[in-house]
């Protein structure tokens, strides 16, 4: 059974609506939710949800759409009745549209259009500001966008009880190829964010390219032995880098990090989360401002991005609000670990009007492992995409308390695919075949050496630190690491890193006994064989690469 065409709609001409409110107008009309902070951001707390749904999101399958390995297919039967319950009802709520647009350049740029309740203008004040303005002749609610989310929070309380019985608390609906999400019985940001962006990775894989779960960057060293072309000015060059990475990692860290680099040196922050990667390695960024995790932010750590939250432009979201003092405190967790904030690119250190990479030439896939994976690997083409796939890390205790320190995979640290992820894989090949100057590493963020058995060396192991990695993504950058052939991964290993002294204490070899090494490395490679083995469309060398 499908559902009818005519149900996956993008425009309700039933529906009375209020047509882009302004922010001023978004933020009366969520006064009477908000706690004001003493410097004039408004705080924000969630009724429904405090991290995104993902056990709650279901692909509809249509066209030549096939939903990958990882994710949920809708039923059908139950599509039909959702939509038809919605809107059968939502005369009955009282609604406002706003229009944005992903991305600022035309070749991979989306119009967007959020439906929401006026009741829940908090989510719309805080998404509308990731995004970018768009024309007026694209507000018309009924001209079609690109790709429509209508986001219904509380849904249920709408529909009669003879209708909704079956229908669960809250669940998402994607239509990739309509370019559709519903978005029902949640109320977090972040679930409206990633409706969008998560349609437009699809979008730009169906142009040819691959949307990517990345921060990027711009690293501006002297020299040439970037191997990149410097300015013929000021000699300087500008290598572009990607960072991927699943939570934990420190990916939004890195992205962040300036290196301690001092004009005319320095970084330029692009993006902190999604790219649209292009087949001549262009990196579109997709979002305006930043959707910052605050969990554990302090000045002392991070004096940049938490001088850019205090600012009355900032909209705040789960942070714990100090009711005497007005002050939020990113260490206090009353609502949780998933606090976040939207954070101004004119306050982000180090950013400024660009959000495109013109050109790649590196990408970071941020691990973090502890016992046998060097602080950083250089990778061939294969290996490059292998690791993509693998999407490695381990599992944290505030992630799932059972399974902390076991692997854990994400394929392309994304998990936000549409679509076969065989085919990321191949896409990714594909791409760097046709741009042969883009270089792979895998950087491990966690430690080396835990649970060593050798003689005289800590248990525990050798913490990589946020400087370390730091270091080693300027060297990169500066292409000054020296390196050397492992003969049992096959991939080259850093033995020098300038900047960083006694690079040997982050040999895991040093660490083990030689038997106990080679039962890690072994138990290592069966693990990443067989996870990879699940994808029989890869093409047969990527799994050889191993």
Known sequence: MSVATSLWTKTFPQVSVLNNPTLKELRSLASFEEKATAFGAPCYFTQQAGSRSAKSTFVYEEGSFKAGRFQQKADSELVKKVLEAVQGQMVKADWMTLDRTVGKNQEMQFHARLWIPKKYARIALLWSQTLFPVPASLRDTQREPDFLTLYFPDWREHIPASLRQGFPEKIILVNPEAGINYVLGVDYVGETKMSFLRLSMYGAKKKGGLGLHAGSKIIKVRGEGSGVRGQKDSGLCEVGFLLFGLSGTGKTTLTLEDHGLRDPEGVVVLQDDIVLLTPQGKAYGTEDNFYVKTEGLTQKDQPGLFKALMDPGTV???????????????????????????????????????????????????????????????????????????????????????????????????????????????????????????????????????????????????????????????????????????????????????????????????????????????????????????????????????
């Open 316 to 546: 705040f979201e789960n942070v714990y609000f100090d009711e005497k003092t007005k002050q939020v405190d990113f260490t206090n967790y009353k609502y949780g670990t998933n606090g976040r904030a939207l954070a101004l690119r004119s306050k982000i250190p180090n950013s400024d009007h660009r959000v495109d990479l013109e050109k790649t030439h590196k990408l970071i896939f941020i691990t973090r492992r502890d016992t046998i994976v060097p602080p950083v690997t250089k990778l061939n083409t294969t290996q490059a995409v292998a690791y993509f796939m693998l999407g490695e890390s381990i599992e944290t205790s505030a992630g799932d308390p059972t399974r902390a320190g076991q692997p854990k995979h994400e394929v392309g640290f994304n998990p936000f695919i549409l679509g076969l992820e065989d085919e990321e894989g191949n896409r990714l090949l594909s791409i760097l075949k046709n741009n042969p100057g883009i270089e792979v590493y895998l950087l491990n963020t966690g430690s080396v050496g835990k649970q060593a058995d050798q003689k005289g060396f800590d248990p525990n192991g050798k913490k990589i630190t946020k400087n370390v990695s730091a270091k080693i993504l300027e060297a990169v950058a500066r292409r000054n690491i020296r390196w050397a052939k492992d003969p049992d991964w096959r991939y080259e290993v850093a033995q020098e890193v300038p900047g960083i002294d006694d690079f040997k204490q982050y040999d895991p070899h040093i660490y083990y006994r030689p038997e106990t090494y080679a039962r890690l490395r072994e138990e290592m490679k069966e693990e990443r064989r067989k996870y990879l083995a699940q994808f029989d469309r890869l093409e047969p060398k990527i799994l050889q690469s191993l």
